[in-house]
């Protein structure tokens, strides 16, 4: 594809209940990052995704929050027992990361706006 | 560990006039420095970026940014504005090892006056 796509764009969800979020990042990028904004506010980062390494999740905000990269491509955010404060915009970026470079341009997708009722 | 401040939650121009959206950071060593963009109802767009090089960095609708070592800052600027260029503006950092992320700031909102 020509971008990032996400889906749902949106999801609407009642509290206690489980929710996926998905990201297709840009083909043979390897970095591949999860945001959450919160209404006109800034991008607080979740989990980065790179190569093989092991994932940076020092962002997730609790242990109901997880994330997983299948074959170095797609990702899926969970959120366990949704709660009211977890209404937000999810982003999901990515970039592609020669050998030897640490970060690059990130290009973004449109995100997901989960509305937890 | 490495972090971005954008002391401005809001900045007011009339068009026409010169903007300056500041932003400064702290990282480890050498920094990767970027803006984006976030027009209403649209995604984050990556405008410029500052990798190594020349310290003034020109990026896209003719916006520019002037890396500043010694003060740390990585301002955002462009010589006459337009009501166009409106939207939330974030400045982001990355320190050079490969275990550094992407940092962005909170966010500066720019409201374009006609």
């Known amino acids: 594809g020509a971008g990032v796509s996400q889906s749902p764009s949106n999801k609407v969800t009642e509290k206690g209940k489980d929710v996926e979020l998905r990201c297709d990042p840009i083909s043979g990028h390897t970095a591949l990052y999860w945001y959450r904004q919160s209404l006109g506010q800034g991008l607080e980062f979740l989990i980065y995704?790179?190569?093989?390494?092991?994932?940076?999740k020092s962002g997730l905000p609790s242990d109901r929050f997880s994330a997983e990269r299948t074959g170095g491509s797609v990702s899926t955010l969970t959120i366990q027992r949704t709660q009211q404060e977890d209404s937000a915009v999810y982003l999901c970026?990515?970039?592609?990361?020669?050998?030897?470079?640490?970060?690059?341009?990130?290009?973004f997708g449109p995100g997901t706006r989960l509305t937890v009722l | 560990a490495q972090s971005v401040a954008q002391p401005e939650d809001q900045v007011n121009v009339a068009e026409g006039n010169p903007l300056t959206v500041k932003c400064t950071y702290s990282?480890?060593?050498?920094?990767?420095l970027f803006w984006y963009v976030q027009y209403p109802n649209r995604g984050l767009q990556f405008l410029l970026k500052?990798?190594?090089?020349?310290?003034l960095v020109k990026g896209s609708y003719g916006f520019e940014a002037e890396f500043n070592k010694s003060q740390t800052s990585f301002h955002l600027k462009k010589p006459s504005a337009l009501v166009s260029d409106s939207a939330l503006y974030f400045c982001a950092v990355s320190g050079y090892s490969s275990a550094s992320k992407i940092i962005f700031g909170s966010g500066t909102r720019l409201s374009i006056r006609p």
């Open positions: 995704f790179q190569g093989n390494s092991a994932p940076d």
């Open positions: 500052y990798i190594t090089g020349d310290n």
């Open positions: 970026a990515s970039s592609f990361l020669p050998s030897g470079s640490s970060t690059d341009t990130q290009y």
């Open positions: 990282v480890s060593g050498n920094p990767y």
